[in-house]
């Protein structure tokens, strides 16, 4: 196995890289204009107090008065309530191509012909994602640290990793659903589309529902409810840490299941029989 | 030692409705070339990715090396070295940085000066990118990476499909070798000449079952023969092609005679004793010609 996850984690270099850089950028930016904004504080929330309430919600400040101006409301509405989607992408594509990506593109078979069990492929795969989307994270909470150090901005260093731990917890939920999709799905392609839909729904749905009593249901479904942004700097919720890592293990579980169940593709994309339509003959 | 290398009883799988095999029995013994010959969707590739667990069968009984490769995969994937039909390698790697990767899986198992011999023989440069290879030269690191770890068995789906001629026979050669040093050779294909020039036995598969297993050389003598027979005279050669399994296939001028033989030529040539010859040829068929004979009875059937 440990040779599969150094294989795995090796590929994974450039989307960590790429994925953590970028966003390690954007919180520098994010960062860097903290001094300026907190200078407009006034006339700042004086806009946004006239923004509708509907768009507020999908900053994380639905139902509250607005307290920008702390680091930690400052990050979570300007990164944080946003990382789910963004990096929700990442955790997509990357669980519904853990194994389909190979299987499509036909090399699986080639390497599943070599002494590894599928459990071994599985898993030294599924450990690589986990690290991966750890580094992304890493990478990030290094450059919010590096720019806050020219800032006024602070937050503790370990504090920045509350909502980071809730944030990986969601993008693994979204890891090995995607995963366990792509395991039951004839392709890669609609596995990542049913977990892209779900993604943004869940956000959609988590954000709309601190403003519409109708949607809190629902919204007890979306994962993205038990994801915590400003709170998790101090207060991180364990239960819902936990609850959303049982999940995702229980994803994994189903996911792993089904592939020691299933023939291995010899390439291309698979699909679901559709039909013909019988067009009458003349 | 086990006798049989590969062992399969009565294997059946189906793809939804459509049946690849309906209960396929193979024997392969230990130190063999086999050849398993069949036209495109005959259940080649199907039955190979079984003897690895690939794909799962539906049923049936298989042991290779006397291992069930549902119950350890891992030992049966140890011993055996493997070419898909259609190889599909990591672009953005040289030949010799896949083969490090795949040598890897294998816990390093691998000779790398046989790995640089190998390639020598086949002349692959393992310093290209794969992305820039031909498909030949790509089929050449799947060979490559099949022989490098001197497994017990091949499997090998269509191994010299997409190599020029000189390069086939290097192939051939290369699997000579790997039987000489111990190995158990089972390859598909649907080239008979490759097949009659490598293969001691060899499978007809059609359709999901096997038409025929036999030794290549007795499958080839004991089908039809063509016998040339050219007389003095113009005679009535009528009585030779009514006997039992002869067929008049051309009689120009009352003295050119071809005939086709099926079975023991000896009545035939006691016939010929009454008869005034100048000369007679027999050719033995090509395997292609064996294999069309199978597949001509099934167009008769249908």
Request: hydrophobic content about 50%.
């Amino acid at each position: 196995m440990s040779t599969v996850f150094r294989h795995a984690l090796r590929r994974f270099r450039g989307q960590v890289l790429s994925w953590g850089m970028a966003l390690a950028l954007l919180g520098w930016m994010i960062v860097s204009v903290y001094d300026t904004i907190a200078a407009q504080q006034e006339n700042i929330i004086k806009l946004i107090s006239n923004y509708p309430r509907e768009l507020m919600a999908f900053f994380g400040a639905g139902n509250r008065p607005l307290d920008l101006f702390t680091p930690e409301a400052f990050l979570s509405f300007e990164f944080l309530s946003l990382a789910p989607v963004i990096l929700g992408i990442f955790a997509v594509l990357t669980g519904s191509g853990l194994l389909v990506g190979d299987e499509e593109k036909g090399t699986l078979d080639l390497l599943l012909a070599h002494p590894i069990s599928r459990s071994a492929l599985f898993l030294g795969r599924l450990l690589a994602s986990v690290v991966a989307t750890l580094g992304i994270l890493a990478i990030i909470w290094l450059g919010f640290m590096v720019a806050m150090s020219w800032s006024t901005l602070r937050v503790g260093e370990l504090d920045l990793w509350g909502p980071l731990l809730s944030l990986l917890a969601v993008l693994l939920f979204f890891v090995t659903l995607s995963l366990l999709l792509s395991m039951v799905l004839p392709s890669r392609r609609l596995a990542a589309s049913v977990a892209g839909l779900f993604l943004v729904a869940s956000y959609f749905v988590t954000s709309l529902s601190s403003i519409n009593d109708n949607l809190e249901t629902a919204a007890r479904f979306s994962p993205l409810s038990y994801y915590q942004t400003e709170e998790a700097f101090h207060n991180l919720n364990a239960h819902w840490l936990v609850g959303l890592l049982l999940v995702a293990a229980l994803f994994a579980a189903l996911a792993w299941w089904q592939f020691q169940r299933r023939d291995i593709r010899v390439g291309g994309e698979a699909g679901w029989r559709v039909p013909a339509l019988a067009l009458p003959r003349r | 030692m086990n006798e049989n290398v590969v062992l399969v009883q009565g294997l059946k799988k189906s793809y939804g409705r459509v049946q690849a095999l309906r209960g396929i029995d193979l024997e392969v013994r230990r130190g063999e070339i086999f050849g398993f010959l069949g036209p495109n969707g005959a259940g080649k590739t199907t039955t190979i990715r079984c003897l690895l667990d690939l794909i799962r069968p539906d049923r049936g009984a298989i042991r290779v090396l006397g291992i069930n490769p549902q119950a350890d995969p891992v030992a049966v994937r140890t011993r055996t070295g493997y070419l898909p039909g259609e190889l599909m390698l990591d672009d953005n790697l040289t030949a010799e940085q896949q083969l490090h990767q795949l040598n890897d899986l294998r816990g390093q198992r691998a000779d790398w000066h046989y790995v640089q011999q190998l390639a020598q023989q086949l002349e692959l440069d393992l310093k290209r990118p794969i992305r820039n290879l031909s498909k030949g030269n790509k089929i050449k690191v799947g060979i490559v990476q099949a022989l490098m770890h001197r497994p017990q068995l091949l499997l090998l789906d269509e191994p010299t499909f997409g190599l020029d001629p000189l390069m086939q026979q290097q192939v051939h050669r290369l699997l000579k070798e790997a039987q000489a040093s111990g190995a158990t050779v089972f390859f598909s294909s649907h080239i008979l000449s490759e097949v009659q020039a490598t293969a001691e036995r060899v499978a007809i598969i059609r359709q999901g079952l096997i038409a025929e297993v036999a030794e290549t050389a007795s499958l080839i003598n004991r089908a039809l023969r063509r016998a040339r027979i050219r007389f003095k005279e113009a005679v009535d050669a009528q009585p030779l092609w009514t006997m039992p399994g002869v067929k008049l296939l051309s009689f120009d001028d009352s003295t050119n005679l071809v005939l086709q033989v099926e079975g023991e030529m000896n009545g035939l040539i006691k016939a010929l004793a009454a008869f005034p010859v100048l000369d007679f040829e027999t050719e033995r068929p090509s395997l292609e010609e064996v294999f069309l004979t199978y597949y001509e009875s099934d167009r008769k059937e249908a």
